[in-house]
């Protein structure tokens, strides 16, 4: 060393010195029967306590905050989690148990209530991110410590829709062309992809009601965005105000119209020509000519439309929906004259009826795509007898796509892809998840669409193939 | 021969062979001898990872022999009696090489109670025998209430459960009218239902048990008023495993001497020993400390003194303790001493070690008169550190 | 020395300890801890709830566990808490008594809780002390916290034989002692018969400082609660006043062992008792105090500290013992509990000296409840290299 010594201090030096001491550690029953579980039954258990309903992990033999002995309150919390925070360990030192570079995380076990650290890897320093999902990797040789979890690993994601999409071969339509007779007799044509909507907004879901409803073109977008990497092939929009009132100005239906496509160009965006309640006839066609959607909703009677507690049956807000016969027509030829593709909107089986009536004039390009819409105080509430007979009263070669209003949402797009038609889900029509918490966003109810195609087997439509099913024109 | 806890001082010595851990014998070639009292002399020999258990009287050669009566002797083998408290309040003594006849501990896996049997019978007549002790008179208050139990079967009975009054008594009849009874096609069942082998529900399903009365008397009063029945077998049945983990922490330090005592690790190097003179009350200070704590002032004045000195206090340390540098264990016995270096006064001595053969002849404890000269014997290679003093030995 | 009356009464009004025993393998640190502050908590019928600071300590370097009082949260309960955590030596457990004492005192909380604790299994003691002497030099040259100084003491005055039966006589009271106490680590059953034969076989440690005159390794662990005067005549039947404390340190100094005998070498107990006696106007000790829990590390050292504890001349302290006086039912009940040499985590002995000493106050201590009415009474710590801690304990608000 070159230190410059302090005068006075010349004889002043440093010594080496060592300390080595042995101790033994013991970690008592609780301790112990932790280690040797996770080693002989490779299993995770901590222990709950009853009186704050808090499940430890490491187990402790009494619960720290309120005294309960929960020594014997042993539950399984399984062996993944998800990271609730992490560091990288960018030194090397004896005592670390792994060589620099790491990741130690604090880890969440799915039937825990408190993280522990653990090792990360099986994954890029770059990748990790907090609420990432990890499972334990168990060690080959034990220890006796905790690194007989020898470490935490990524859980391996199912593949999302868009990955197994690329993996399949895409589909194309029949030769021969489907006749409405195979969906007869109980035998729905289940080869064709499911397409999945999603409605964002509607005009009346406000975020008072579910905080995830877009009002600007950003949110649509990203909310759109989400919804097509969950599975959708379309969105259903009602333009928004900042305030979130729905308008029918066109430019803030354009902006709204051209964010999602900005993001999302492939995505089917389907305007409402119903807008909003109170807006005149003018106000719903215009700006569906001016913005030029790839579909837009076409209404087919006029219709109570009012909001009824369906509990009590008090009339809240009394509303009359005007889709008259004119307006049927003059709206589907515009659409049709605009390149703008209709989604017959059927709210119960007169509105079917009136649309075969008027399609006798033969404008509507084939095939036609309706959609079944149940539960609205005015239409009819979901039957599953009354959507067969709605099925079977559709002309050859006709699409059917459905929405429920609350509650009645699952079921029906249910019965719909059994029955090989399509299905429509989000914020518009239902706020919440099969099991009542609040959805996260429309996507999260795309992602229970795509699970149920998956459970009956179909693929999920690639936007692609829904413009082919449906006789959507890329724009 | 005696039993203790189940166990006679023939089996521990009988499942030595079968208790052996090879990997524990390495390198060892010994024998050792056990003495119990009134049960006899064993030998045991240990030879190329290999040992040989035999009764007899000769217990030459042994390198040491384990003194103990036979409850003691089987105690320590079962765990039920503390080995150290035996070792220290005499009831167990080793004659010989006492450091060798602790490598028998890692010779044998743990000696392991076998497993009694108990019948049908057997739990019958404990688990109503245990009711009263087992009955929580905290839990009773106000209550009038009897329990029966009609068990049948070979090994059934029929027994009654009365509380009164805060107190709890037991008949082997069924008398009165119950406030709930409480039957069994099989006794057998009853016991399984108790020990928890067999759930309530599928008893009642399969009409093994029924109950007559008041059900919620049973379902809900009688388990808060005892405690559980515990299995006394299930103290045999193998401990948990407790996690025991060992380690010797080994850290690396740095320590600055300071002037003070740097000049005194300096002069050690040149075989100069330095104390320092505190200017107030005159005191040597050996080692050379920066301050006198009794005058609080700086004591800068160093003096050499020695190096030869007499010893003032000799302790001969027979316990074996780990060296702090390294975690391993010093030879024993070994000399400590504190030398009045020519030059000091007072206590200011200098601890160091006696040459180990000279520990005999050196006055244990205090000399506070004239102890003997002794001299610093100097390593050769000198670093600046206490062991540039190999020890001290007599100056004769 | 400046010492001023205290600012407001402080009475100790739950008591909790272990088992003590050579291991529990069944529990780790926090696990163990919690047993005595549960049994605190039930002794003084409160709930972590009330408890407005907690006091922990143990020894460094014992159980190699870096700032345990951060993971015994765990069992200390100490969790959103004012937590101090104290370590100093052997003393340990009186300082935290004397800090909870003065924490209380001072006005700045009503009820603190001080924990001693220690897993001496898992450590290494005799390697944990040499840690404390200078690792320039002396780490390297000595041996830990034994010596058989005294032992050459008590011989060169009173003659081996007097000597060795007088240090047996002591350490057999204290297993007669122990073997009353359902907490104490250690009791063999020893009877006075066995004295020569011990005195023969028991194996030498240092010099003639036996195994079996050695005080025991031990874990365990003991809580106290202090309250202010308001409340502890609020909340306990019979609350145990803390009249005084004193601490004494001397010069840290391993070359004590010079001839000088002038020198107050290993005198801080005799310094600590004149001090502590004499602000008290306490003139015969002996007479006075009712009970002594002292921190007997070994016979030998708990036969000559006798004397200076409580200024006794020629053999006078010899004399207490062979006439077995020290005993429950004698003159100065020496250790009922049966001491550090029955039971020693280390961290927590000086505690459960106060702890027994409070015990025998309240007149529930157990077994080993002395039988005469205890109004008075004295407890030690020993520790550091040689420093003094005592705590005075009352009956009655009255001095």
Same mark, same amino acid.
């Given at each position: 060393m070159t230190t410059k010594q302090m005068k006075g201090f010349e004889d002043s030096y440093v010594v080496e010195g060592k300390m080595a001491l042995p101790y033994t550690y013991f970690a008592g029953s609780v301790g112990s029967k932790f280690i040797t579980t996770i080693r002989d039954e490779k299993k995770i258990m901590g222990v709950k306590c009853p009186t704050c309903n808090v499940v430890y992990l490491p187990p402790r033999q009494v619960c720290d905050k309120d005294f309960t002995d929960i020594r014997d309150n042993w539950v399984d919390v399984g062996t993944s989690g998800m990271v609730t925070n992490f560091t990288v360990v960018r030194y090397d030192d004896k005592h670390l148990p792994r060589k620099a570079p790491f990741v130690l995380a604090l880890i969440k076990l799915d039937g825990a209530d408190t993280p522990f650290m653990h090792i990360l890897e099986e994954c890029k320093l770059e990748d990790v991110k907090i609420g990432m999902k990890v499972e334990a990797v168990f060690a080959k040789e034990t220890t006796n410590t905790i690194l007989d979890i020898d470490h935490f690993k990524p859980v391996a994601e199912r593949a999302s829709i868009h990955e197994r999409n690329a993996g399949r071969k895409k589909w194309v339509a029949d030769a021969e062309p489907a006749i409405q007779g195979k969906q007869k007799g109980g035998k729905p044509d289940m080869s064709k992809p499911v397409i999945i909507a999603a409605a964002l907004t509607g005009a009346a879901t406000m975020r008072n009601q579910n905080p995830s409803v877009p009002y600007t073109p950003a949110e649509f977008a990203t909310e759109a965005y989400k919804c097509w990497k969950a599975g959708a092939a379309m969105v259903h929009v009602h333009a928004r105000e900042d305030n979130g009132m729905p308008t029918h100005d066109h430019e803030r239906i354009r902006a709204t119209y051209n964010a999602i496509k900005d993001k999302c160009p492939e995505l089917i965006v389907n305007l409402s020509?119903?807008? $909003?309640? $109170?807006?005149?006839t003018e106000q719903r066609i215009s700006q569906i000519i001016a913005v030029k959607p790839d579909m837009a909703s076409l209404n087919t009677n006029t219709m109570n439309f009012s909001i009824v507690d369906r509990k009590t049956g008090k009339i809240f807000i009394e509303y009359v929906f005007e889709n008259t016969f004119t307006m049927l027509q003059e709206f589907g030829k515009a659409m049709e004259e605009n390149g703008v593709k209709p989604e017959i909107e059927c709210y119960d089986m007169g509105g079917l009826d009136n649309t075969l009536l008027i399609a006798k004039q033969g404008f509507f390009s084939s095939p036609m795509n309706f959609n079944f819409v149940w539960g609205v105080a005015g239409g009819q509430s979901f039957r599953a007898d009354s959507f067969i007979a709605m099925m079977n009263a559709l002309p050859a070669n006709a699409n059917f796509t459905t929405c429920g209003v609350g509650p009645e949402e699952f079921p029906c797009i249910m019965q719909s892809c059994l029955l090989g038609g399509h299905m429509r889900v989000g914020l518009e029509d239902n706020i919440k998840m099969p099991n009542g918490e609040l959805a996260k966003g429309s996507y999260e109810l795309v992602e229970v669409a795509v699970n149920i195609a998956d459970s009956l087997g179909r693929a999920v439509a690639t936007t692609d193939e829904a413009r082919e099913i449906m006789g959507v024109r890329k724009k | 021969m005696a039993e203790y806890w189940g166990v006679k001082v023939e089996d521990i010595f009988n499942s030595m062979q079968e208790r052996f851990r090879p990997e524990g014998a390495k390198d060892l070639d010994t024998v050792f001898g056990y003495d119990i009292k009134d049960e006899g002399k064993w030998k045991l020999t240990v030879k190329d990872n290999k040992i040989k258990i035999e009764k007899t009287d000769d217990l030459s050669g042994s390198v040491a022999t384990m003194q103990a009566d036979g409850e003691t002797f089987v105690g320590v083998n079962t765990g039920n009696v503390d080995a150290t408290n035996a070792f220290m309040g005499g009831k167990v003594k080793v004659e010989g090489d006492m450091a060798a006849f602790g490598k028998t501990g890692k010779l044998f896996r743990k000696f392991v109670i076998a497993q009694k049997e108990m019948t049908t019978k057997d739990y019958l007549a404990d688990m109503f025998a245990t009711i009263v002790p087992r009955f929580k008179v905290s839990e009773a208050a106000g209550l009038d209430a009897s329990f029966a139990f009609d068990l049948g079967g070979p090994d059934g009975g029929k027994w009654t459960v009365f509380i009164k009054d805060n107190v709890c008594t037991v008949t082997a009849t069924i008398e009165g009218k119950p406030t709930v009874t409480l039957e069994f096609n099989d006794a057998k069942d009853y016991v399984d239902f108790i020990l928890g082998k067999i759930d309530s529900q599928s008893l009642m399903a399969g009409g093994k048990a029924g109950a007559k009365g008041d059900l919620n008397m049973m379902a809900s009063k009688w388990p808060v008023l005892f405690e559980k029945y515990k299995d006394p077998l299930a103290g045999n049945v193998p401990q948990q495993e407790l996690i025991v983990l060992k380690k010797t922490i080994g850290l690396n330090e740095k320590f600055s001497t300071g002037p003070i005592m740097g000049k005194f690790l300096k002069g050690l190097k040149e075989k100069k020993i330095y104390a320092n003179k505190c200017p107030q009350c005159g005191r040597m200070q050996l080692p050379p400390r920066e301050v006198c704590a009794d005058c609080r002032v700086r004591v800068n004045e160093i003096v050499e003194v020695g190096p030869k000195g007499e010893v003032r206090y000799m302790d001969i340390v027979y316990y074996a303790m780990p060296d702090?540098?390294?975690g391993a264990v010093r030879d024993t016995p070994y000399g400590g001493i504190n030398v009045l270096m020519d030059g000091c006064k007072g206590n200011e001595t200098l601890p160091h070690f006696i040459r180990k053969d000279q520990i005999e002849k050196i006055q244990m404890?205090?000399?506070?008169?004239k102890g003997t000269r002794v001299r610093p014997v100097w390593e050769e290679n000198r670093i600046g550190d206490i062991w540039d003093i190999k020890y001290f030995e007599i100056d004769e | 020395m400046a010492h001023k009356k205290k600012n407001r009464n402080v009475g100790i009004i739950g008591i909790g300890q272990t088992k003590h025993s050579s291991h529990r393998e069944d529990v780790n640190q926090p696990e163990l801890i919690h047993e005595a502050i549960s049994l605190a908590l039930k002794d003084a019928n409160l709930t972590m709830n009330d408890i407005d600071c907690v006091v922990h300590g143990n020894m460094e370097l014992f159980e190699m566990v870096h700032q345990p009082d951060l993971w015994h949260v765990l069992g200390t309960g100490a969790y959103g808490k004012d937590c101090i955590r104290i370590t100093t030596g052997g003393t340990v457990g009186a300082t935290i008594a004397c800090a909870s004492d003065n924490l209380v005192a001072s006005g700045m909380y009503d009820i603190v809780m001080a924990i001693g604790f220690e897993k001496l299994q898992e450590g290494h003691t005799t390697g944990g002390i040499t840690? +404390?002497?200078?690792?320039?030099?002396?780490r390297k040259i000595q041996a830990g916290a034994l010596t058989g100084s005294s032992a050459y003491d008590v011989e060169k005055e009173f003659g081996l034989e007097r000597a060795d039966r007088a240090s047996l006589t002591y350490r057999i009271i204290m297993d007669k002692h122990a073997g009353l106490n359902p907490n104490a680590h250690r009791s063999f059953g020893l009877d006075f018969g066995q004295i020569d034969d011990l005195i023969r076989t028991s194996p030498r440690l240092v010099g003639n400082l036996k195994l079996i005159e050695m005080c025991s390794q031990s874990d365990g662990a003991c809580c106290v609660i202090f309250a202010c005067e308001k409340k502890a005549k609020d909340l306990a039947q019979t609350p145990v006043w803390i009249r005084d404390h004193i601490t004494v340190h001397k010069e840290e100094s391993f070359t004590i062992f010079g001839y000088d005998r002038k020198y107050p070498v290993l005198k801080t107990h005799k310094f600590a008792a004149e001090q502590l006696f004499k602000r008290n106007d306490i003139k015969n000790p002996l007479d006075y105090f009712d009970v002594f829990e002292m921190y007997d590390p070994a016979s030998w050292w708990a036969i000559d500290w006798l004397r200076d504890f409580f200024a006794l001349k020629g053999d006078e302290h010899l004399k207490l013992i062979e006439d077995k006086?020290? +005993?429950?039912?004698?003159?100065m009940p020496i250790n009922p509990s049966g001491g550090v040499i029955g039971s020693n985590p280390i961290g927590a002995t000086a505690l459960l000296r106060v702890a027994e000493a409070a015990l025998q106050v309240r007149g529930n201590a157990g077994p080993h409840q002395i039988p005469t009415p205890v109004k008075h009474a004295l407890a030690s710590g020993f520790g550091g290299t040689m420093w003094t801690v005592m705590t005075m304990l009352e009956k009655e608000l009255n001095w």
């Open positions: 020509s119903a807008v $909003g309640m $109170g807006k005149t | 702090p540098l390294t404890g205090w000399n506070e008169k | 840690n +404390m002497a200078d690792p320039l030099w002396f006086e020290i +005993m429950i039912g004698g003159k």
